[in-house]
């Protein structure tokens, strides 16, 4: 790789301001030769005649004919190698989260947003021109390789998880052992079992896990990732737990077991939620998306565990106030409401009412009717004092 100061750049910016200070902090990294143009054609007309003269392309994200992807297409798709594999950098004062995936798909290696400092900058084009990153070329992109982290142990799609699967599980288990101490010193259930230790890196991989890749593919941001590989950890105590229910003998074991799958299937389900939002405004990448088929059956499966343990407890504690063994607590409609809609909720997840058996949805219509009936006993109890009318009946003293 050249020093900075023996290294001559083209640099495309229309934008004065932005011209002045991007010449000051080039000058600030020690390099001094590059020439400013200020349209996408002229810039791609010296890159045509420069017959390798540039060692480094700086492009306004903005600039005049059609922005820095325009000049990073023409780059990695119109000229010959090695001109093709020019480290091209993209500045600008506004990013949208389309330009950024425009300019990124288009083979820009690095994007500098302003203002900025002068040690971001010397971190850019160093990171741009060093060539650590292969180049590639297929039939949809070419350009630097994207992926910036090497898979060291690469064990398919936990790759970015397994180094946080014990973590979890072992918080999971001092949770359980917490939960297990409150309810013995109770009269509850007794201790439970710490779940098994995750799989050694050359066991057998949990079911929930797709068929491994050796090419990861690029899409959606680190942050979805990230969420996506937290439900996967999550997904896998589940299939644990539910393998220690179905090997259990019973007892009070299994009833504390049961509290801590409900715990795990809510923070799936809202895992899933989670991810579906950032899915639908960051985007995702196809091999994300095969990892969110491999575990949908569990989290379908843990949507309708959970509605029909809300279905029992609506319809258990509401037949006790109609019934009358119950109180009738104040604005505890709002609160059977509230329990409702997140019955609905879990249907949606599910699929719809469709996809619930018969029982499943007399159930929830008998829940429905419940919930209304006790807003309507409410309603005819507990109503509050008209202060305003009373007010106009009493008789002033004398």
């Known amino acids: 790789m050249k020093t900075l100061s023996a290294c001559r750049g083209l640099i495309g910016i229309a934008d004065d301001g932005l011209r002045r200070v991007m010449r000051e902090l080039l000058l600030g990294v020690k390099m001094h030769e590059f020439e400013f143009l200020a349209d996408v054609g002229r810039l791609a007309y010296a890159i045509r005649a420069s017959h390798q003269a540039f060692d480094l392309i700086i492009i306004q994200n903005d600039l005049p004919g059609g922005g820095a992807a325009a000049v990073a297409r023409c780059v990695r798709w119109d000229m010959p190698a090695p001109l093709n594999n020019l480290p091209i950098i993209s500045i600008g004062r506004d990013w949208t989260h389309e330009m950024l995936a425009e300019v990124r798909d288009a083979g820009i290696c690095e994007i500098i947003t302003m203002p900025t400092s002068l040690t971001t900058v010397q971190a850019k084009l160093v990171c741009a021109m060093d060539g650590k990153r292969p180049f590639l070329s297929t ?124 715990d795990a299937e809510e923070r799936l389900i809202n895992l899933m939620v989670l991810v579906q939002m950032r899915v639908e405004q960051h985007g995702c990448s196809p091999s994300d998306i095969e990892r969110l088929r491999a575990i949908r059956k569990l989290v379908d499966a843990s949507a309708v565990s959970l509605l029909r343990r809300q279905l029992s407890r609506l319809i258990t504690s509401g037949e006790a106030i109609l019934s009358g063994r119950g109180g009738l607590s104040f604005n505890i409609s709002v609160a059977m409401q509230a329990q409702m809609s997140h019955v609905h909720f879990l249907i949606n997840v599910g699929g719809g009412l469709e996809k619930l058996d018969s029982g499943t949805i007399e159930e929830v219509a008998k829940a429905d009717y419940i919930v209304s009936q006790v807003t309507q006993r409410e309603a005819g109890t507990m109503t509050l004092r008209q202060f305003d009318d009373a007010s106009s009946s009493v008789r002033p003293r004398v």
């Open 139 to 262: 039939d949809m992109y070419r350009g630097r390789c994207r992926r910036r982290l090497s898979a060291k142990g690469y064990q398919g799609p936990f790759r970015r998880a397994e180094d946080r699967i014990a973590e979890q599980l072992n918080s999971a288990i001092s949770k359980s052992e917490r939960r297990a101490v409150r309810q013995e010193q109770q009269g509850g259930a007794l201790p439970l079992a710490p779940p098994a230790p995750p799989p050694s890196s050359g066991g057998a991989r949990a079911s929930v896990s797709p068929v491994d890749n050796d090419v990861e593919e690029e899409g959606g941001d680190r942050q979805t990732r990230a969420v996506i590989d937290k439900a996967f950890v999550v997904a896998r105590q589940v299939e644990q737990l539910l393998a220690r229910i179905a090997t259990s003998g019973g007892g009070k074991e299994v009833a504390a077991l049961h509290l801590v799958v409900a």
